[in-house]
Nanobody, 118 residues
Framework: QVQLVESGGGLVQAGDSLRLSCAAS???????TVWFRQARGKGRDFVAG????????YYDDSVKGRFTISKEDTENTVYLQMNSLKPADTAVYYC????????????WGQGTQVTVSS
């Protein structure tokens, strides 16, 4: 099975950047990897996703143009580059893997906290 481990979260100021990593213990294969986030007292929201087979990417409108999802095949790692961070981006960020972007996720990471101060 696939085990996912997120890292790279932290406390930053508005306008700063962070890069989150999601490393898999095994190969993603044909899976899609998706970043979700959950703010305090809120539901879990889609942020970005990438399909390993062809590298196609998808973004929520709230992060489009600021965040970039990418993959490193040899390291079996997915990254989320977050630029121009806003306080509204504050949340726990989770990576997950599933058959497709819009399908239920089969594997989840433990989450990493991102806090953006004003």
């Amino acid at each position: 099975q696939v085990q996912l481990v997120e890292s790279g979260g932290g406390l930053v100021q508005a306008g700063d950047s962070l890069r989150l990593s999601c490393a898999a213990s095994g190969r993603f294969g044909s899976y899609a990897t998706v970043w979700f986030r959950q703010a305090r007292g809120k539901g879990r929201d889609f942020v970005a996703g990438i399909v390993w087979s062809d590298g196609s990417t998808y973004y929520d409108d709230s992060v489009k143009g600021r965040f970039t999802i990418s993959k490193e095949d040899t390291e079996n790692t997915v990254y989320l580059q977050m630029n121009s961070l806003k306080p509204a981006d504050t949340a726990v960020y989770y990576c997950a893997a599933g058959e497709g972007i819009a399908t239920p996720m089969d594997y989840w990471g433990q989450g990493t906290q991102v806090t953006v101060s004003s």
